[in-house]
């Protein structure tokens, strides 16, 4: 029988083979990998747009928190697989987590220092809370859906995110009790700016914020020294709608 060392060298070659892989698995069990190829689909993006938001570059800054937060946490488990792909999933609801590149982009906009107050309107997975989190002193994000601001706070907890503060409730008239703000993201698209977000607004402060209807222009406002306010359009994007609660419209 001259079959025997034959076996057992198949036998190493697949037992190294499965080895590898399982060093692989085991080594991006966290994601770690995953990211950083989503950070490098980030920056292809951006420079492909570039001329139409004018942002050549996005910040390191930016870019190592994105590498840093576990997207896989803010999504569904159906939707874990595809947790580090370029591109919106459904976490239910009828809402969306956003595309990581435009998670980049408006956090890129909001200029977020580390001594920053920051409010977030529309919490949603909580995702993009927690990469302004990484960035600035305190986050105050508002969702309206009960059930996904309970989700985000899990993930909030569970990661360990104490700097972010949710509440529950219609975003259209902002968080005044925690104001003024140093910087404020809405990810739901109303038709108009809400006043009350420019009041809570610092002078200085940066409103990023999509406008419109189906298609929207996501803007920035710059609140000036001396409370004039100063609006640029970057570029077309597409959110959910911000809802109204009944009770509060104006
Ligand atoms: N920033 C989110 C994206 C959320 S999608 C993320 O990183 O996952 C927009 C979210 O805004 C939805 O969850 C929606 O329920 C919420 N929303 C819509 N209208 C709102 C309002 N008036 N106030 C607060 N949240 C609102």
Redesign the pocket.
């Known amino acids: 029988m001259n079959t025997t060392p034959t076996r057992i060298a198949r036998a190493l070659a697949v037992l190294t083979v499965l080895l590898g892989w399982a060093t692989i698995a085991w080594s991006d069990v966290d994601g770690e990998a995953e990211r950083r190829r989503m950070v490098d689909d980030i920056k292809a993006m951006a420079a492909e747009v570039a001329e139409e938001t004018g942002i050549a570059n996005l910040s390191a800054r930016v870019l190592d928190r994105i590498a840093e937060v576990p997207r896989h946490e803010?999504v569904p488990p159906e939707q874990r697989a595809f947790a580090y792909r370029n591109r919106p999933l459904a976490?239910g609801?009828?809402?969306?987590?956003?595309q990581p590149f435009v998670?980049a982009l408006m956090t890129e906009l909001l200029d977020v220092k580390e001594e920053h107050r920051v409010l977030?309107?529309?919490?949603?997975?909580?995702?993009?809370?927690?990469?302004l989190a990484g960035l600035a002193r305190d986050v105050y994000?508002?969702?309206?859906?009960r059930p996904?601001a309970e989700t985000?706070t899990a993930a909030f907890e569970r990661l360990d995110y104490t700097n972010i503060h949710t509440r529950i409730?219609?975003?259209?008239r902002g968080w005044p009790e925690h104001g003024p703000y140093d910087g404020i993201?809405v990810?739901?698209a109303?038709d108009h700016i809400p006043p009350a977000l420019i009041e809570q607004l610092k002078p200085g402060g940066r409103l990023v914020i999509p406008v419109g209807e189906v298609w929207q222009d996501l803007m920035v406002l710059t609140k000036n020294a001396d409370g004039t306010t100063t609006t640029t359009t970057v570029v077309p994007v597409r959110?959910?709608?911000?809802?109204?609660?009944e009770d509060a419209k104006d």
């Not at 977030?120 to 990469?131: D, F, K, P």
């Not at 994000?141 to 859906?145: A, K, L």
């Not at 409730?169 to 259209?172: F, L």
Request: glycine share 14%; net charge negative; charged share 15%.
């Open positions: 803010f976490i609801h009828k809402q969306t987590i956003s998670v977030e309107i529309g919490t949603g997975s909580g995702y993009q809370g927690a990469v994000t508002i969702e309206i859906v996904l985000a409730g219609d975003g259209y993201m990810t739901a109303p959110f959910v709608p911000l809802t109204r609660e």
